[in-house]
């Protein structure tokens, strides 16, 4: 409404504005029609015409004026208003009698362009939130309700209750937050969670509000609405971030609030001295009222606010929420970043690190024949093996008269060969021991091993660990990248801690420390002058999460409500600590630019307009200094939308932060530590 506003505002103040210049002795004069009356009361239609202008085109500064008068806050407004109003006021007393030179066209020209500026400016502050604005229109304003005998009714998101079930079509866009209990399709999530690529998902999975459904048609249940859901949550947080304030955001205000009492000192000095060294009184207020205009603070004032909001628009776009404003500008002077590693280094399920054969038998065929035996079995050693040789894309053959060992391992027939999966004390029991050098030196990793048999002869080994994830050792480099230093904390056993910290290349551990113990273990690396974001799942890792300089729940999943973090990252992709502090290194440097944009521009600017040129061929006049004041708005707006096109600091085309734009993988769900 301020946009449309302000943009009728300047075009009646530009409609007027030609002919208050035709109807201006001087600007007749500069014209060569001469100085004389142009009618018979020329001079009282140049009067209605400027005031027109002045309470038509000037009515936001006055009544802004008003409000920082009332508020007991001067700034620009009160600068603006003060300037137009001398200006009026003066050719007003020249029209009707007191002797001098009207300002009556240099007010319009004035107005006018300080109304353009502002439409112009607020065009760009708008789109500074434009991502927030289309996360609140990612939710339809109807859904579809399946009723118990299976018709369907439309009814508004409003009436929907958790337990509803609801039809979600092809192309369709998810109601509310829910579980898929029917059908099987892909979603586009990118507008909530940055992840580019489809997800695909079946029965049991959950669907998030607002992402958009696939080719095919799937009937969810309501499991939350209004404000639970994830999107409510995002947008709360959003909102609250850009609404924050910060240390930036107060300098920036208390420089703004200096440069007005600099520039109402300067604009009635310059009137003084001007007056004193006997120059006109025309000249004299044109240099106050060029004082005032040009000094105006609105680029100090919005040199730190429009960063704000492209960055917490830019962060949430990409599945990286910031809920306090604070610690996220802090982050730029960490030096260590501490890791959970259970579900935040590694995906908290056990999986295949190692195959050694023990015989002429192949890796993959080794494989094979495990997972046949151990499909027809619960146990986390058995989907580890299976999964693992699906990651493969091996054929697995069908096992029959499957027997377990308790306690021990699992047995079958696969081919027509007995075929034994069991501990390596199973098997030195029965008569078939392993002394393989690899035994010895995966168990010294903290590492599970489990012998395959064939026919009674060991045959390979299968090393069990907890599945490191593959983007985690590149997480680990971005951050070195970014001078920072990585931390792992785990309350896994030392060859555990030592073996994952190894491959990953994380210099510095600590093992066998116990969930209560994560918290003091954050305190001891900051009283050692350390400071320190704690990565973890924001459920047993909360404690230490608020103990650390910034803690960064990771995997949070739909569930974003994470008390305890600082900054929650959607995905469960380590990558993503990189993406957050060098993302609050950029918006640091954002801010200083602007700020320095800002003061550097009026050091320069308000000496200009209070005739220092004089004598030198350049004066500058209120309407230039108008144009001056409203670029250096616009410099300050664009550069702040500049940080849209951040793309991190190695570049890496797997993990780029540009707006709404994600990596492709999947997300995974949060797992404790």
């Known amino acids: 409404m301020m946009v449309d506003d302000f943009r009728r505002r300047f075009w009646v103040s530009l409609l007027l504005t030609p002919p208050i210049l035709f109807l201006s002795p001087m600007i007749r004069h500069w014209m060569g029609l001469g100085a004389s009356s142009a009618f018979r009361g020329d001079g009282a239609i140049l009067f209605l015409l400027s005031?027109?202008?002045?309470?038509?085109?000037?009515?936001?500064?006055?009544?802004?004026?008003?409000?920082?008068?009332?508020s007991g806050r001067p700034g620009m407004m009160t600068l603006v208003a003060m300037a137009i109003s001398v200006a009026y006021f003066y050719s007003a007393a020249v029209t009707f009698g007191v002797p001098g030179m009207s300002f009556y066209w240099e007010l319009a020209t004035l107005i006018t362009i300080m109304l353009l500026g502002h439409w112009l400016e607020m065009r760009s502050v708008l789109g500074a939130s434009r991502a927030l604005e289309a996360l609140v229109r990612l939710l339809p304003d109807t859904a579809t309700r399946m009723d118990a005998d299976g018709t369907g009714r439309e009814v508004p998101i409003s009436g929907l209750s958790p337990g509803d079930r609801v039809l979600v079509r092809p192309g369709g866009k998810v109601p509310v937050d829910g579980r898929l209990v029917e059908g099987v399709s892909s979603f586009n999530e990118s507008m909530l969670t940055g992840e580019s690529r489809p997800v695909p998902k079946q029965a049991g999975d959950v669907a998030i509000g607002g992402a958009i459904n696939g080719a095919?048609?799937?009937?969810?249940?309501?499991?939350?609405?209004?404000g639970a859901t994830y999107l409510a949550q995002v947008i709360d947080m959003v909102r609250k971030a850009q609404a924050s304030r910060s240390r930036s955001q107060d300098i920036a205000n208390r420089a703004a609030g200096w440069l007005t009492y600099i520039a109402l000192t300067v604009g009635f000095a310059?009137?003084?001295?001007?007056?004193?060294?006997?120059?006109?009184?025309?000249?004299?207020?044109?240099?106050?009222?060029?004082?005032?205009v040009i000094a105006c603070p609105h680029a100090l004032g919005l040199a730190v606010p429009l960063v704000v909001a492209v960055s917490t628009s830019l962060s949430a776009g990409n599945g990286l929420l910031i809920r306090d404003r604070a610690a996220f500008e802090r982050a730029r002077s960490l030096d260590a970043v501490v890791f959970d590693k259970t579900g935040t280094l590694t995906e908290g399920r056990f999986g295949v690190s190692d195959v050694v054969p023990l015989t002429s038998i192949s890796e993959d065929a080794a494989l094979a024949l495990a997972a046949s035996v151990e499909s027809r079995s619960e146990h986390p050693i058995a989907h580890g093996i299976v999964t693992t040789a699906r990651e493969r894309g091996l054929s697995i053959p069908r096992s029959d008269n499957v027997l377990n060992i308790t306690g021990e391992?699992?047995?079958?027939?696969?081919?027509?060969?007995e075929i034994v999966i069991a501990s390596p004390g199973h098997l030195e029991r029965n008569g078939h021991g392993v002394s393989h050098p690899a035994l010895t030196a995966l168990e010294a990793k903290g590492k599970t091993v489990v012998v395959l048999a064939v026919d009674g002869a060991p045959s390979a080994l299968f090393a069990m660990a907890d599945v490191v994830r593959p983007e985690s050792a590149q997480a680990i480099r971005e951050l070195r990248s970014l001078g920072i230093r990585p931390?792992?904390?785990?309350?896994?056993?030392?060859?555990?801690a030592h073996s994952v910290s190894a491959e990953l290349g994380i210099e510095e551990y600590y093992a066998e420390v116990l969930p209560d113990q994560k918290a003091a273990k954050i305190a001891s690396l900051r009283r050692d002058g350390r400071r320190v974001a704690m990565v973890g799942d924001g459920v047993n890792d909360a404690p230490a999460l608020v103990e650390a300089d910034l803690g960064i729940a990771?995997?949070?999943?739909?569930?974003?409500?994470v008390e305890s973090a600082d900054v929650v990252l959607v995905r469960s992709d380590p990558r993503d600590v990189a993406a957050i502090l060098g993302l609050s290194r950029a918006t640091y440097r954002k801010m200083v630019q602007n700020l320095i944009w800002a003061t550097g521009y009026n050091a320069v600017a308000i000496p200009m307009a209070a005739g220092i040129t004089f004598g030198t061929g350049f004066l500058m006049t209120p309407a230039i200094g108008a144009v001056f004041m409203s670029l250096s708005t616009i410099i300050v707006a664009v550069n702040a939308q500049l940080l849209r096109f951040y793309r991190g600091n190695s570049g890496n085309q797997a993990r780029r932060l540009t707006p709404w734009q994600g990596t492709e993988r999947t997300p995974q769900g949060a797992r404790s530590g």
Do not use: C, H, K
Request: hydrophobic share 50%; charged share 15%; aromatic share 12%.
């Open 51 to 70: 005031t027109a202008v002045y309470l038509y085109g000037g009515w936001p500064f006055l009544s802004g004026f008003a409000r920082e008068l009332r």
């Open 216 to 226: 095919g048609a799937v009937t969810i249940e309501v499991t939350a609405t209004g």
């Open 487 to 496: 931390i792992m904390l785990t309350g896994d056993a030392e060859g555990v």
């Open 409 to 417: 391992g699992i047995a079958a027939n696969v081919g027509g060969r």
């Open 554 to 561: 990771i995997g949070a999943g739909t569930d974003v409500a």
């Open 270 to 292: 310059s009137f003084g001295y001007w007056t004193l060294v006997g120059q006109s009184w025309e000249f004299a207020i044109e240099r106050m009222v060029t004082v005032m």
